[in-house]
C-alpha cells in the first residue's frame, strides 16, 4: 500500500504537529506500507527531519522557499502532481496553506481517497485568531475539501468533539498520535541537567518543556509559581522561542519578582530535554489550546506527574489514568494546585508511575501504525466499492 503525507511543514522548530508526522511515517514504513512524503518550506530550510526520513528510505519531496500568505509556490502543482502518480491515498496534515488544498482538490479530481489530520485547528481557539480571514477560507475552500475527504483524522475525542460546531459532513477517526518509547525505557541518571544549569542547585524543580509561544499559557504560570511561593524550588521553562515571546517572559518574571527562582533554559536537544525529564519533580502545561500535547505523554512517559490546562485535549485520559491533574486558566487554581502536587511527593511519586504505564500502554507508535494500515486498507476499499458503483 502506498501512502503519501502531505504536510505544510517538517521543520522540528514547528513543534508537535511535525514531530508526530515524522514519527507516524517512520512507524508505518516499519509495518510495511510504501510511504512518502511532500512537504512544502519557508524562510530558512531546517533539514532535520528531512534528513531522519532520508536515513529510512522515505522519499521526501520539499518545495520552496514559499511565499505568503499561502504558502504558494509556482512548482506545488508539479511536485503534487508527481507525488500522487501512483498513490493509493493520501494523508494531509494541517488545513489554512496552498499545498493541503491543492493536494485535496487534485484527489478528488482523480478519485483517489484523502484523509484530512485537523492538528487541532478546528477548535474554537484556533478559529479566533485571525478569525475573520479563517472564516471566509473555511467558506470560500477549506469546507469543501474537508467535505471531501474520505475522513477527517482528529487525535482525541475532545478535539472531535469540539469540531463538531462547524457541521462537516465526512466520517471522522479518532488515532491517537505517538511517541518514540524506546528514548524513555532507560532515562539518563538523575543530576546531569541539574549539574549543567548551576543556577538549580539543590531545590526542586518543576518543568514547563514546550515552544515559547503566547498560546502555552506563561502569562498564567509565571505569576501562579510567584504566588505558590513554594519552598525551595525553582520553574523551568525550556523550549525554541520563534515567535520572540521571550521579552514578554521576562516581563512576567521581573513583575512577580522572581528572578532568583525562575530559569529560561532555551532550546534543548534531545540528550539534554531527557536529562529535563529525569531530573524535574514536576512537568506543567497550561495551555490556550493543545490538540494533543506530545510534551504531555513524553513527560509522562518519563514518569513525570503532570498538571495541564483544561484545555489540553488528553487531560481527560490523563486524569483518567491518575497520572496527572487539571487546572483551570486561572493563575489561582494554578498556584493552588503547583502547591497541593509539590508538598506531596508520595502522592507525585505515585502518579509518575502510573505515567509511565499511562504513555507506554497506549501511545507506541508502532501499534498505532499497524491500526493506520487496517484504516488505510478499509478506506480504500471502499472508495474502490463506491466508483464501482
Not at 509556490?73 to 503534487?80: E, G
Not at 494541517?94 to 478528488?108: T, Y
Not at 543556577?199 to 506563561?218: C, T
Request: aromatic share 6%; charged share 25%; glycine share 6%.
Amino acid at each position: 500500500m502506498k501512502v503519501l503525507h502531505v504536510t505544510s511543514n517538517i521543520d522540528p522548530l514547528a513543534g508537535g504537529p511535525a514531530r508526530a508526522l515524522v514519527g507516524l511515517v517512520l512507524a508505518q514504513q516499519r509495518a510495511g506500507l510504501e510511504c512518502k512524503v511532500l512537504s512544502t518550506w519557508q524562510g530558512t530550510l531546517n533539514r532535520t527531519f528531512f534528513n531522519v526520513l532520508r536515513e529510512a528510505s522515505i522519499p521526501v519531496t520539499l518545495v520552496g522557499p514559499c511565499r505568503p500568505p499561502l504558502k504558494w509556490h509556482p512548482d506545488l502543482s508539479t511536485a503534487l502532481d508527481q507525488s500522487l502518480g501512483d498513490a493509493d491515498i493520501i494523508h494531509i496534515h494541517a488545513l489554512w496553506e496552498e499545498v493541503q488544498h491543492r493536494a485535496a482538490a487534485k484527489s478528488r479530481k482523480r478519485s483517489l481517497p484523502y484523509i484530512f489530520r485537523t492538528c487541532g485547528m478546528l477548535d474554537p481557539w484556533s478559529l479566533s485568531q485571525s478569525r475573520l480571514t479563517k472564516k471566509l477560507y473555511l467558506e470560500m475552500r477549506l469546507r469543501r475539501d474537508l467535505n471531501g475527504a474520505a475522513a477527517i483524522h482528529f487525535t482525541s475525542d475532545e478535539e472531535r468533539a469540539l469540531a463538531q460546531p462547524i457541521g462537516l459532513l465526512a466520517p471522522t477517526l479518532v488515532v491517537e498520535n505517538g511517541i518514540d518509547l524506546t528514548e524513555f525505557r532507560d532515562m539518563p541518571a538523575r543530576g546531569l541537567f541539574r549539574k549543567s544549569i548551576p543556577q538549580i542547585g539543590e531545590r526542586r524543580i518543576v518543568l514547563a518543556l514546550s515552544r515559547i509561544h503566547p498560546k502555552k499559557g506563561f502569562d498564567l504560570l509565571i505569576p501562579a509559581f510567584a504566588k505558590a511561593r513554594l519552598e525551595n524550588a525553582v520553574l523551568v521553562i525550556a523550549g525554541h522561542d520563534d515567535v520572540n515571546h521571550t521579552p514578554e517572559l521576562l516581563k512576567l518574571i521581573h513583575a512577580g519578582n522572581v528572578s532568583d527562582r525562575v530559569i529560561l533554559a532555551g532550546p534543548l536537544d534531545s540528550q539534554r530535554r531527557l536529562q529535563a525529564l529525569a531530573d524535574a519533580d514536576l512537568f506543567v502545561l497550561p495551555s490556550y489550546q493543545e490538540n494533543f500535547g506530545i510534551a504531555v505523554v513524553e513527560a509522562a512517559a518519563a514518569g513525570l506527574p503532570c498538571i495541564v490546562s483544561e484545555t489540553v485535549n488528553i487531560q481527560r485520559e490523563l486524569v483518567a489514568a491518575g497520572a496527572g491533574d487539571v487546572v483551570r486558566l486561572d493563575p489561582a487554581d494554578i498556584a493552588d494546585k503547583l502547591g497541593t502536587w509539590m508538598s506531596d511527593s508520595a502522592r507525585r511519586a505515585d502518579a509518575g508511575r502510573r505515567g509511565r504505564e499511562f504513555a507506554f500502554g497506549r501511545f507506541d507508535w508502532n501499534p498505532i501504525a499497524a491500526r493506520w494500515a487496517h484504516e488505510y486498507e478499509h478506506i480504500i476499499s471502499t472508495a474502490k466499492a463506491h466508483c464501482r458503483t
